[in-house]
């Protein structure tokens, strides 16, 4: 009998020199009915279509066709900005197909940050979702400093004068076409992703398929999922998790992607799918535990009691589990039936009863937040990285092992070490080219080692783990000579549920002060729980005197914990939360302190004045 052909039989036997388009094929001859995408309709029953990998391989052939027909060719680099949409998605995978490199932009990014990528990138093309994106990039067609021609318009009855999206799905001229599809290199850019700007002007990091590749393969060596795994795709795709999360894993795995358009719908999505695996940047972590908390500060007291037992029993096996020992069998028995009476329906309720693996990275994560999922029994495995390692550097793993407020050893295609200073470097086979030049050319950032300085702060103990401190370029200096590093006061800030967002400042000033900001989900359910009223909304609860002397209680616990150049004298309570929207935090959620230190500079300068 002859044997069915190995699904990657007519890849490279070396996994690292696969591409994208390569991976594709793949998937469509193996997996032809098996889904790769689905996505919310917006028709009346907004119900979900699906795509399997032998339609999303005809459907990419067909749309590198169309783009190009309008120009586009090997090299050249194509802007998007669409939310996670099929077009969006579809596009990238078709330019990559074409040989051309698809450039991501950040849907809240300003006009001034789209005007210097579009400059910096020098696309001719660019592909936007509707109205309020075209009106955004029209002006850029006639500025003489760049060199964009044309808009492609994903949204029906939003074209204008541009092109529409629907007319580029177009059967191939074959005659032509096939010598220019698929014929990527290992060594070829396969996209540029512009950092996200924090401060200053957004960076074009340029990476290649090899690089993507090293750091899939890295990945994969240390999470343990199901085949074909499903993920929920709401980050954006400007964003280097969700690149890799939702289009290059995926691709490399023959997994399904359920896309969700806007984030704020992801908790819905959540429950629809039950996914094997969830990812969420620690802000994403911090809500969905305030949000539970709020439920649970609700619930009568012996029902309470209840759940508190589960958590200190899926608390206690998670401990073993983090030592590397083997939980004794009476715990197991215990674990097993508090999981199956009590976590699981609880986890049930929000859609992540299924999940085997929870990760987060992007940012220093609370450990108070990671304690709390702990308890049931959910280890969210925290990652390091940056869009210049392709992703993850470095990673806690239930297979290699984990601990807790670190964020793991370091992943097969890079080397990690800490220089004398804190500062951590890394290099290898998943570390960028370099920083994109306007004229094409590419800046290494590395140095004659080709180690890359990451600009983290952190240190390494004696098992090999990774601790995060802080951003280099964000340790507070008080005017004593003190370094403080602000994201561990600011975790200390946020354990308690009614401060969900915490910035702390004392640069050249003998203390710190703090702005919070009230939690909108837990502060009403509090506020309930503690027979408090009051009027005008979050404002209200800002304002009343019960909450206030709440949080003086929770300023003053955190203070306990820490040392005395880490403790905060004063701050200011705030009702509206800090978003993307309204600037002061990234597309990826990590905060813009120059731009909340500019908007709130009288707050600050008010609380250092006796």
């Known amino acids: 009998m002859t044997s069915p052909p190995r699904p990657d039989g007519d890849l490279p036997d070396a996994p690292a020199d696969r591409t994208l388009p390569q991976l594709l094929a793949r998937n469509a001859r193996a997996y032809p009915q098996l889904p790769a995408l689905s996505w919310q309709s917006k028709d009346s029953d907004g119900g979900w279509r699906t795509f399997g990998w032998a339609e999303i391989h005809q459907q990419t052939r067909n749309l590198a066709a169309g783009y190009r027909a309008l120009g586009v060719g090997r090299g050249d680099r194509v802007l998007l900005m669409m939310a996670n949409r099929p077009?969006?998605?579809?596009?990238?995978?078709?330019l990559v197909r074409l040989g051309a490199v698809p450039v991501s932009v950040y849907g809240t990014a300003a006009p001034e940050q789209i005007t210097h990528i579009a400059r910096n990138c020098r696309a001719r093309l660019a592909v936007v979702e509707g109205a309020a994106q075209v009106a955004v990039w029209e002006p850029l067609l006639t500025d003489a400093d760049t060199p964009l021609e044309r808009l492609v318009v994903a949204e029906a009855n939003a074209e204008g004068s541009h092109f529409p999206y629907a007319a580029l799905l177009r059967e191939p001229a074959p005659e032509q076409f096939a010598d220019e599809l698929d014929a990527a290199r290992p060594e070829d850019p396969l996209t540029v992703?512009?950092?996200s700007g924090t401060s200053g002007e957004p960076k074009g990091v340029v990476l290649t398929h090899r690089q993507v590749m090293s750091n899939a393969l890295a990945l994969d060596a240390v999470v343990e999922l199901p085949p074909h795994v499903e993920h929920i795709c709401y980050l954006p795709f400007a964003h280097i998790a969700e690149r890799m999360l939702g289009i290059y894993l995926p691709c490399h795995r023959a997994s399904h992607v359920y896309l969700c358009a806007d984030p704020a719908g992801v908790a819905a999505v959540v429950r629809m799918v039950r996914p094997a695996q969830f990812f969420g940047v620690p802000r994403i972590w911090e809500k969905l535990s305030a949000g539970v908390r709020g439920v649970l500060s609700l619930m009568p007291a012996e029902q309470r009691e209840v759940i508190d037992r589960a958590f200190d029993v899926a608390?206690?096996?998670v401990g073993h589990r983090e030592r590397g020992e083997t939980p004794p069998a009476e715990l197991e028995e215990r674990y097993t039936r508090v999981r199956e009476d009590v976590l699981l329906p609880m986890l049930a309720a929000g859609g992540l009863d299924r999940v085997t693996r929870s990760a987060s990275a992007s940012a220093p994560m609370s450990v108070d937040v990671v304690h709390f999922w702990a308890g049931f029994g959910i280890v969210i495995m925290d990652a390091w990285g940056l869009t210049e390692t392709a992703g993850v550097a470095t990673s806690n793993s239930p297979r290699t092992g984990f601990r807790l407020g670190s964020v793991g050893r370091p992943v097969d295609s890079v080397e990690v070490r800490v220089a004398e200073d804190g500062e951590i470097l890394v290099r290898g086979s998943s570390v960028f080219s370099g920083y994109l030049r306007p004229d094409g050319s590419v800046a290494s950032a590395l140095d004659a080692d080709g180690w890359l300085a990451t600009g983290?702060?952190?240190?390494m103990d004696e098992d090999g783990y990774l601790w995060l401190t802080d951003r280099k370029k964000e340790m507070i200096i008080t005017?004593?000579?003190?370094?403080?590093?602000?994201a561990l006061v600011e975790n200390a800030l946020k354990e308690h549920p009614l401060i969900g967002q915490a910035m702390v400042h004392g640069d050249n000033h003998s203390y710190l002060v703090a702005l919070l900001v009230l939690d909108a989900e837990a502060a009403p359910a509090w506020a309930a729980a503690n027979g408090v009223e009051a009027t005008g909304g979050p404002a209200g609860l800002a304002e009343h005197p019960a909450v206030r002397a709440e949080v003086d209680r929770?300023?003053?616990?955190a203070n306990a914990r820490l040392n005395r150049s880490e403790q905060v004298k004063?701050?200011?309570?705030?009702?509206?939360e800090w978003g993307p929207a309204t600037g002061e935090l990234t597309p990826s959620l990590k905060m813009r302190r120059r731009v909340i230190r500019d908007k709130y500079a009288d707050s600050l300068t008010g609380l250092y004045q006796d």
Request: net charge negative.
């Open 87 to 94: 077009e969006h998605w579809l596009s990238d995978l078709a």
């Open 479 to 486: 005017s004593t000579g003190k370094n403080v590093s602000p």
């Open 456 to 459: 983290d702060i952190g240190r």
């Open 193 to 195: 992703v512009y950092t």
């Open 570 to 576: 004063r701050y200011e309570l705030l009702a509206e």
């Open 315 to 317: 608390r206690e096996h």
């Open 554 to 557: 929770a300023v003053a616990a």
